[in-house]
């Protein structure tokens, strides 16, 4: 039997560690700890070219659009509120660079935890309801031209960047 989300739901466990780091940090500095910028902006560089670049590459341009070809296979939509999370995950981030811009540590730890939660939230919702409807309303032929995909897609992304080096928990 293919599987086109074991993979991606593998991604899930890498993110959700370094969500659990920033936590971790952010209550630090609730208790008194010295704000280190460069924490924050290490997240940053994680968010952006792991979670955003790279995973959701294989999300958002090759399984959520196999599962809208198949729309008909689906009992509901819930690409569009996915689409919509990761965006606002993107408005978090923009908040994070903002607090670091202007030094505000209220403003990284907000924006921080704000992202934690969305983004644990959302992990939860896709590895336990949107890809178990992924496996089941795609075709054999379309699980192979997905994981052809994916393949293509680290590829590229591998060559542009170095992706094991923003793993940093
Ligand atoms: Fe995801």
């Known amino acids: ?12 466990q890498t993110i959700l560690k ?8 952010c209550e630090a500095l609730e208790n008194g700890k010295e ?14 070219n792991y979670a955003d670049k790279f ?20 009992h ?8 919509n999370e990761h965006d606002e995950g993107r408005e978090y981030v923009k908040g994070m660079e903002q607090g670091i811009a202007e030094n505000n540590q209220g403003k990284i730890i907000e924006n921080a935890r704000g992202y934690g939660m969305l983004l644990t939230d959302h992990i939860y919702k896709e ?33 542009e960047m170095d992706v094991e080096d923003l793993k940093f928990v």
Request: proline content about 3%; aromatic content about 8%; overall charge negative.
């Open 1 to 12: 039997m293919k599987n086109i989300t074991q993979l991606l739901s593998a991604e899930h």
């Open 18 to 25: 370094v969500i659990d780091a920033v936590v971790k940090e």
């Open 35 to 48: 704000l280190e910028l460069e924490f924050f902006q290490k997240t940053i560089d994680f968010i952006k």
């Open 55 to 74: 995973h959701y590459a294989k999300e958002e341009d090759i399984l959520f659009k196999a599962m809208l070809e198949n729309i008909e296979n689906l």
């Open 76 to 83: 509901c939509n819930p690409i569009p509120v996915m689409l």
């Open 127 to 159: 590895d336990n309801v949107l890809y178990p409807m992924a496996e089941e309303a795609l075709t054999s032929e379309q699980k192979d031209l997905v994981n052809q995909q994916y393949q293509e897609v680290e590829q590229k992304l591998n060559a």
